[in-house]
C-alpha cells in the first residue's frame, strides 16, 4: 500500500519562503511520477510541478515558475517542494501525489486523474 505523507506548510509572509516534504512508503519514488497540486478555497485543485520517475524535471505551472522547485532525494523516499518568493494567492492545501505513469502524452500530468497515489495535504497561508 502506497502512502504519501506531507509536512512543511504553515504561516508565513509575503515575498518569504517554505518547503514542503512528502515522504512515501510502499513504493519507490523512483518507479513514479511525482507531483504537487493546490487548492485554495472555493476553487479546483490545479496542478502546481511534477518530477520525472527518472528524476529530472517534468514541468511547472506558469503561475509558480521561476519561484517553486520540485526536487526529490531517493535516499530518502522523499520528494520536496522548494517555495521562494511567496505571494498571498499561493495560499492553499498543497497536495503530493504520485502515479506509476512514466510515459507523457499532451501534459496528461496535469490532471490530478491521472495519479494514483495522494496524500492528507498540508495548508500553506501567505499573508500580505
Known amino acids: 500500500q502506497v502512502q504519501l505523507v506531507e509536512s512543511g506548510g504553515g504561516l508565513v509572509q509575503a515575498g518569504g519562503s517554505l518547503r514542503l516534504s512528502c515522504a512515501a512508503s510502499?513504493?519507490?519514488?523512483?518507479?513514479?511520477?511525482m507531483g504537487w497540486f493546490r487548492q485554495a478555497p472555493g476553487k479546483d485543485r490545479e496542478f502546481v510541478a511534477a518530477?520525472?520517475?527518472?528524476?529530472?524535471?517534468?514541468d511547472y505551472a506558469d503561475s509558480i515558475k521561476g519561484r517553486f522547485t520540485i526536487f526529490r532525494d531517493s535516499a530518502k523516499n522523499t520528494v520536496y517542494l522548494q517555495m521562494n518568493s511567496l505571494k498571498p494567492e499561493d495560499t492553499a492545501v498543497y497536495y503530493c501525489?504520485?502515479?506509476?505513469?512514466?510515459?507523457?502524452?499532451?501534459?496528461?500530468?496535469?490532471?490530478?486523474?491521472?495519479?494514483?497515489?495522494w496524500g492528507q495535504g498540508t495548508q500553506v497561508t501567505v499573508s500580505s
Open positions: 501525489a504520485g502515479s506509476p505513469a512514466t510515459t507523457y502524452s499532451d501534459r496528461a500530468y496535469y490532471a490530478d486523474r491521472w495519479y494514483d497515489y
Open positions: 518530477i520525472r520517475w527518472s528524476g529530472g524535471n517534468l
Open positions: 510502499g513504493r519507490t519514488i523512483s518507479s513514479m511520477t
